[in-house]
């Protein structure tokens, strides 16, 4: 639970590459995410090559921190074999949540860049990983080092908490 309560966006990296273990360890924590009718509609690309990294950095006006990241995590969600295709991307944000609260536990960090449902940066994705037309992407995950360090405040608001009794 701690990590709830730790986890902030890492936009800058140290330079020094992740290890496998710990990306296979975030990927398992994603895996882990329920989802609609148990249907687990995600894959997941891991790039730690630069220049696919630069050009993923293109696909949003808000993806230019992952140029420092030694790794980058696209999720991306099957099309076809669904049995509840509409929440596909729902499924996707579970497990988004859960790979970052790995990523803070692991001393990681990273940043959750929004692609889907965007079909600009989904096309750019689409391209830049050459994807199959089975999947749509989801999101950019750059993943590192941290060397930045932030606190994250408390956001709870009791204003926005409604009892029905």
């Keep these: 639970m701690s990590s709830i309560y730790h986890r902030v966006s890492i936009r800058k990296y140290e330079d020094r590459p992740v290890e496998k273990d710990k990306i296979l360890e975030i990927l398992r924590?994603?895996?882990?995410?329920?989802?609609?009718?148990?249907?687990?509609?995600?894959?997941?690309y891991v790039v730690t090559n630069q220049d696919t990294i630069k050009a993923l950095s293109a696909a949003s006006p808000y993806a230019g921190c992952a140029v420092g990241a030694p790794a980058v995590i696209v999720p991306v969600y099957r099309k076809q074999g669904l049995r509840f295709p509409e929440f596909a991307q729902i499924d996707l944000s579970i497990a988004q949540e859960n790979m970052w609260l790995q990523t803070d536990e692991?001393?990681?960090?990273?940043?959750?860049?929004g692609i889907a449902p965007i079909k600009e940066?989904?096309?750019?994705?689409r391209k830049v990983l050459d994807l199959p037309e089975t999947v749509?992407?989801?999101?950019?995950?750059?993943?590192?080092?941290?060397?930045e360090g932030r606190t994250q405040e408390d956001r709870y608001d009791e204003d926005r908490v409604h009892f029905i009794e």
């Design 136 to 147: 749509e992407p989801f999101s950019l995950f750059p993943v590192g080092y941290p060397a």
């Design 106 to 113: 692991l001393g990681l960090g990273g940043v959750w860049l």
């Design 121 to 125: 940066r989904m096309d750019h994705v």
């Design 29 to 44: 924590a994603g895996m882990q995410a329920p989802s609609a009718g148990d249907q687990q509609p995600w894959e997941f």
